[in-house]
Nanobody, 120 residues
C-alpha cells in the first residue's frame, strides 16, 4: 500500500504562484512514475504533469511553461510548482503513484487532493 498526502493548496489571485507537495509512505517513490492530476468543478479529472524515476517530465498543454514537476526521492516527495496561475487552474489537485499502471488513468494510488482556487 502507498499513502499519499498532498498539501500546499489555497486561495490565490491570478498571476500568483503556489507550490504543491505530495509526501508518500508505505513504499519508496524511487523507480516509479509520479503524476499530478486535477479536477475542476463539474469536469472530468485531467492529467497535469508527470515525472519519471530518472527525472523525465511531461506536461499537459494547458500548464506547459507555467508548471514544473520535481521530485525528491530521498524524501519520498513530489512537488508541483505552479506559476502565473489563471482562474481556469482552479481545481482539486491530486498526486498519483504508478505501480503496476493498472489503476485509474494508469496510476494505482491517489492522494486525497488539495484544493487550489484562483480568483480573477
Amino acid at each position: 500500500q502507498v499513502q499519499l498526502v498532498e498539501s500546499g493548496g489555497g486561495l490565490v489571485q491570478a498571476g500568483d504562484s503556489l507550490r504543491l507537495s505530495c509526501v508518500g509512505s508505505g513504499r519508496t517513490f524511487s523507480g516509479h512514475v509520479m503524476g499530478w492530476f486535477r479536477q475542476a468543478p463539474g469536469k472530468e479529472r485531467e492529467f497535469a504533469a508527470h515525472i519519471t524515476w530518472n527525472g523525465g517530465t511531461s506536461y499537459a498543454d494547458s500548464v506547459k511553461g507555467r508548471f514544473t514537476i520535481s521530485r525528491d526521492n530521498a524524501k519520498n516527495t513530489v512537488y508541483l510548482q505552479m506559476n502565473s496561475l489563471k482562474p481556469e487552474d482552479t481545481a482539486v489537485y491530486y498526486c498519483a503513484y504508478r505501480g503496476t499502471g493498472l489503476g485509474s488513468y494508469g496510476y494505482d494510488y491517489w492522494g486525497q487532493g488539495t484544493r487550489v482556487t484562483v480568483s480573477s
